[in-house]
């Protein structure tokens, strides 16, 4: 075997076991987006009675020469009397696949749920309470005491705090005298107050980040209220952030690095995103890799595809697996493989099908309403080449909570792709030995790796001069056979568990995956 296999346990010490010099049948794989490593199989021959130095959750590196073409951990073992099976899985999977995290970033919800009504407080019964695209607290036509108030709660999950709340205010006390106050809970003081009727915004950012805030009503003098209604209390357009900065891939990324004790320090692989997300929180207790895959979804401001997945740590400074998000390779600059149709033996189908030119999205808002924008509403929503070529061809997108802005950006990163035909490899290429590089030269099979792109040099409808040039989606190698199998394709944008995309007429829902 020309792979090279190490070991470490759940403490990070290497452990010697000699006998994983003679593993047999290993094979591997390689995804993008997500990964980069995926699953990974070998079998270690020795003698059944004896303990083989390797347990589940262990670390498993192999090397070709000395580079390091895969690293995961080692999830199941089977034992024979011949040796042991060894099931693992890149750390994609294995770490950020089964650890949840509970994170609002930006929450600009306004429900019960996180904007709960506390009844303890003197004057609770007092109010009325109006969550229609706002939160509005009104007293009731009933008298008051001096310093009673009503108050709304805002609760961050445990371990997380309020760093910065941005709103909109309208307050109105028409003769009478009222407060309304942004209490910080942890700091024990005002973070705003107001005593006069008036509307304005309010961006602040917490001197004492919190994990409760308060949004107060205070009567100011034994009174009672009329019925009209016009004594009130109002914030709208609320956001609560977990965090100071710009919300992008960038800053998720950052903060499921640093929350992740596993992975490297280094973030140098994090590239700067700049599109902002807001809002973005979690689904309760998400799983890291379903976190990274939404921000990633959302591409940039460009609508270029992104990507993100875990690279060896070989290179880091900490020796620990490095996180990445990066934008999707472009298939218009020059590929790093390349192959042709007589050595692969492969044909490639043009999708006329995947064709769509007019594309509807739909989304949900903070208060949980279904928002729908066609061409009709945005004229860049649609491509009249398109149309003109094959006909007005609708997609409908429906995403989960969102904003506008970024279901449309969804919609015309959508179009750019599928506006015109896409290719398909109709089947996997094997290659055995050497993959041949463009710039010269070869690479072994087993580095060989998703991500990367292809040139495929004789395809006959080729009208670039330089060959179809494909993603590499995944790889699966083979070091008994010295192949690598190969999958090509252009990754879906709207690739992520939340977002379905349905055809028009077409009969149903799918999740492009």
């Avoid at 750390?91 to 019960?112: P, T, Y």
């Avoid at 229609?132 to 005491?145: D, E, Q, S």
């Avoid at 009209?228 to 950052?254: F, H, K, N, P």
């Amino acid at each position: 075997m020309s792979l090279v296999m190490l070991t470490r346990d759940l403490n990070g010490a290497w452990v010697y076991e000699p006998r994983l010099l003679w593993v047999r049948g290993a094979k591997f794989s390689t995804m993008y987006p997500g990964g980069l490593f995926g699953a990974a199989t070998f079998f270690v021959p020795h003698d059944g009675r004896t303990l083989l130095q390797l347990r589940a959750g262990y670390e498993v590196r192999m090397y070709e020469g000395l580079v390091e073409c895969w690293r995961g951990v080692v999830t199941d073992l089977e034992e024979h009397r011949q040796g042991t099976a060894v099931t693992c899985v890149g750390h994609w999977g294995g770490l950020l696949g089964v650890r949840s995290w509970n994170k609002r970033w930006a929450d600009d919800r306004i429900g019960e749920e996180v904007w709960g009504v506390d009844p303890s407080v003197t004057a609770a019964v007092k109010v009325t309470y109006d969550r229609y695209n706002r939160l509005r607290i009104t007293p009731k036509n009933v008298a008051f005491g001096l310093s009673e108030f009503a108050q709304l709660v805002y609760r961050m999950p445990t371990g997380q705090t309020v760093k910065r709340v941005t709103l909109n205010y309208d307050f109105q006390e028409a003769a009478q005298v009222w407060e309304m106050v942004l209490y910080n809970v942890t700091a024990g003081g005002v973070v705003w107050s107001l005593t006069a009727s008036g509307t304005g915004s309010r961006d602040d950012t917490l001197a004492t980040p919190t994990q409760s805030l308060y949004l107060r009503f205070i009567s100011r003098a034994a009174q009672t209220p009329p019925a009209d209604g016009t004594i009130y209390g109002q914030v709208s357009s609320v956001m609560v952030y977990s965090e100071t900065g710009t919300i992008d891939l960038t800053a998720v990324a950052g903060d499921v690095s640093g929350h992740v004790t596993e992975l490297s320090a280094d973030e140098q692989l994090i590239a700067a995103n700049g599109y902002g997300l807001a809002p973005f929180i979690t689904d309760y207790q998400e799983f890291l890799s379903s976190i990274l895959e939404r921000a990633a979804a959302f591409g940039d401001s460009s609508q270029n595809p992104w990507a993100v997945g875990v690279r060896a740590g070989q290179l880091a400074s900490d020796d620990k697996p490095v996180l990445f998000a990066e934008q999707q390779p472009s298939l218009t600059t020059a590929p790093f493989y390349e192959i042709s149709l007589r050595e692969a033996e492969v044909g490639v189908r043009r999708n006329m099908s995947d064709v769509f030119n007019w594309i509807v999205v739909q989304y949900r808002n903070s208060q949980g309403d279904t928002i729908v924008t066609t061409p009709d509403d945005d004229a860049t929503l649609t491509d009249a080449d398109s149309a003109a070529k094959f006909g007005r061809r609708d997609a409908v997108l429906d995403l989960d909570f969102s904003s506008l802005a970024q279901a449309k950006n969804y919609a015309r990163r959508f179009l750019a792709k599928y506006k015109n035909p896409t290719y398909a490899i109709t089947s996997p290429v094997r290659v055995r030995g050497r993959v041949k590089l463009v710039g010269g030269g070869y690479v072994p099979a087993s580095l060989v790796q998703a991500g990367k792109t292809v040139r495929i040099t004789d395809f006959l409808e080729d009208l670039s001069g330089t060959g179809l040039v494909m993603l590499v989606t995944s790889t699966t190698y083979d070091d008994q056979n010295k192949t690598v199998e190969v999958g090509f394709g252009e990754v879906d944008p709207l690739q992520v568990a939340v977002v379905q995309r349905r055809v028009a007429g077409g009969g149903g829902e799918g999740a492009r995956r």
